[in-house]
């Protein structure tokens, strides 16, 4: 690992960091830069900014830590997967929470392709020429749940072709920062990244330009926990089932802030987190820390259903919300809905 290091004197007061960083270090390319601004590599006094934005407001010492390069292509690592089902053209595994499905900064190893160089090594068929798996759908680092990944090109395709179709059926569950309402509906917006923050997305305000990609999600509340305003009959949580009908960078995530019930622990799209609930006792002061201590958007990708592409067969696998949100959940169900 290299450290670059800069000072910066009053002339550079107002210049924006990661274009001034970038003329400084002249080995390392701006979109680098703004990368690795971006992933914590840089230091100002010994304190780190993320911002590559910024503007250079004093005179001050910059270190930008540089990492070794990686390797292009993702090497093979032994590393355990939950498999619920194999064959010789596709496999369906139960992604962990804190698993990236690719390498990428932050996240160069560790990651399920990683995983699956390694288990499925002399059975890829090759994916465009190249042995690999083929990857036809993405799933939160930060989310748990069912993945299918393609192990030949003839897979990949017809897998590639469903999801284009929105012909492959995905559920997933999770809990919300209280209810939707009407407890089952249908959202449907355009999403794009951002103006404000281009690693987030946001519902298009003016659907008529054509902006963003369109987003459906059909959702209905499983149950409802607790109660947030008594006489408007808001409950303080739900557990939400949600159907993709397309398949969004966070989809589900904006859609269910857009109405107004954002997920539990979601760092992005929950203003604040934890919930509010009207009432008091153990059973509230659990569910509210509980809530308030989670630490990852509550997200399970629960069911997936297809027919295989080359079978021809209908098939379905699902999996049951892993212990956290199991343990959430349970916390609030127990609190009263009329103290």
């Known amino acids: 690992m290299d450290i670059f290091s800069a000072t910066a004197t009053g002339d550079d007061s107002g210049a924006r960091l990661d274009l001034w960083l970038s003329e400084k270090c002249e080995a390392v390319s701006r979109s680098r830069v703004k990368s690795l601004i971006q992933s914590g590599a840089l230091k100002v006094d010994g304190q780190i900014v993320r911002d590559p934005r910024a503007k250079i407001i004093a005179t001050g010492v910059y270190e930008l830590q540089v990492p070794d390069p990686v390797p292009a292509v993702p090497e093979p690592e032994d590393i355990p997967l ?29 990651t399920l392709v990683n995983a699956l160089l390694h288990h499925c090594k002399g059975e890829l068929t090759g994916i465009g020429g190249v ?5 036809v759908h993405r799933i939160d680092k930060l989310t748990s749940g069912v993945m299918v990944v393609a192990k030949s090109d003839a897979a990949h395709a017809g897998l590639s072709k469903m999801f284009a179709e929105h012909t492959m059926e995905r ?11 009407p407890l089952v509906g249908t ?22 330009s054509g902006a963003g990609r369109h ?12 109660m947030l305003d008594k006489t408007a009959g808001l409950p303080a949580a739900a557990k939400i089932e949600c159907r993709l009908e397309t398949g969004r960078t966070h989809q589900i995530r904006v859609h269910m802030s857009h109405i107004g019930a954002p997920l539990i622990g979601d760092p992005v799209y929950a203003r604040n987190k934890g919930i509010k609930a009207h009432g008091a006792g153990d059973a509230f002061d659990i569910a509210k820390r509980l809530a308030r ?19 021809g067969k209908d ?13 959430l959940a349970k916390a609030l169900k127990k609190m009263p809905k009329d103290d």
Not at 83 to 91: G, M
Not at 191 to 197: E, G, K, P, Q, V
């Open 171 to 181: 559920t997933y569950v999770a809990l919300t920062r209280g209810a939707p309402r």
């Open 293 to 311: 201590s989670f630490d990852r958007q509550a997200l399970h990708a629960a069911s997936l259903g297809f027919t295989h592409p080359i079978t």
């Open 131 to 135: 042995e690999r798996p083929g990857i």
């Open 315 to 327: 098939v379905s696998f699902k999996v049951a919300m892993p212990d956290d949100m199991t343990s």
């Open 82 to 110: 939950d498999i619920l089902h194999e064959d010789a053209d596709l496999i369906i595994v139960n992604k962990p929470i804190g698993m990236a499905v690719h390498p990428a900064p932050g996240s160069w190893t560790g």
């Open 215 to 226: 987003a459906i999600t059909h959702y209905k509340a499983l149950e409802t926990y607790g």
């Open 187 to 208: 959202i449907e917006t355009r999403l794009a990244r951002s103006n404000a923050d281009r690693k987030k997305m946001a519902v298009v305000k003016n659907p008529e």
